[in-house]
């Protein structure tokens, strides 16, 4: 659990007081509910399974428009000296288009292969 979470009085959730420490400890247990609760693993971990099959769902429907999803970051995800990344699974699921669909629809197993081997050891998910 993120740091301050028990302690969040009721009365900052209901909205009485406005004090920046408070607002910090409002903010630490949004991110907790919100982005942790999303991931299946624990804090610090890098992407699972799980994870992987849902930005496979989400690249594969060519209805959800990734256009907007920052790849820049994913740049030399394949190289030794590659650092972790925080990165959201609409982010993933970007990047699993931009490297393994082929122009005819077809998509490109060991790239998603390559994907999903990096994607264990460099990026962590933190959210949609």
Excluded at 8 to 37: D, I, R
Excluded at 52 to 68: E, G
Aim: charged letters at 25%; glycine letters at 8%; aromatic letters at 10%.
């Amino acid at each position: 659990m993120v740091e301050g979470c028990k302690r969040l009085p009721t009365k900052v959730l209901q909205g009485t007081k406005n004090n920046w420490t408070e607002f910090g400890m409002l903010a630490s247990c949004l991110h907790y509910l919100y982005v942790c609760k999303t991931t299946t693993h624990k804090k610090g971990a890098t992407m699972n399974k799980a994870e992987l099959q849902q930005a496979m769902a989400l690249a594969k429907n060519p209805k959800n428009d990734l256009s907007q999803e920052d790849i820049n970051l994913f740049s030399g995800y394949g190289l030794s000296d590659f650092q972790r990344v925080h990165v959201s699974l609409r982010q993933v699921a970007r990047l699993i288009r931009w490297q393994a669909q082929f122009m005819d629809g077809t998509w490109d197993a060991e790239e998603i292969n390559q994907i999903a081997d990096r994607g264990r050891k460099f990026f962590m998910i933190i959210g949609w």
